[in-house]
């Protein structure tokens, strides 16, 4: 499967924004998918998964209530909106799919197979 992120861009402090990924070349739906951000100088962390249906997400600790992840499984597009948006959210967020595992949904990046190529998202003070 092919992922193309998109929907980046330069925000300021407090706004919101929502970035998409879009899944070509192979059935979505078998899927979970997952958000991963890389800031400049730090490692790559995991930001949200979902599960192949939907039903299941999962969010790091320390952005749950203000990123929600979600699918459409019709369009073969994960989007990630990111409400109350901070300097420190400024990263490289990229999509991820792995093999679908029920309800599980994977933080472990290593459990990922595909990867997109990674939107810019700068939010200024």
């Known amino acids: 499967v092919q992922l193309q992120a998109s929907g980046g861009g330069l925000v300021q402090a407090g706004d919101s924004l929502r970035v998409s990924c879009k899944a070509y070349?192979?059935?979505?739906?078998?899927?979970?998918m997952g958000w991963f951000r890389q800031a400049p100088r730090k490692e790559r962390e995991f930001v949200a998964g979902?599960?192949?249906?939907?039903?299941?997400?999962y969010y790091a600790a320390s952005l749950k209530g203000r990123f929600t992840i979600s699918r459409d499984n019709v369009k073969n597009t994960v989007y990630l909106q990111m409400n109350s948006l901070r300097p420190e959210d400024t990263a490289i967020y990229y999509c991820?799919?792995?093999?679908?595992?029920?309800?599980?949904?994977?933080?472990?990046?290593?459990?990922?197979?595909?990867w997109g190529q990674g939107t810019q998202v700068t939010v200024s003070s």
């Open positions: 979902i599960s192949w249906s939907g039903t299941s997400t």
């Open positions: 070349g192979s059935t979505f739906s078998a899927y979970a």
């Open positions: 991820a799919a792995g093999a679908a595992r029920g309800y599980y949904v994977e933080s472990d990046s290593r459990q990922y197979d595909y």
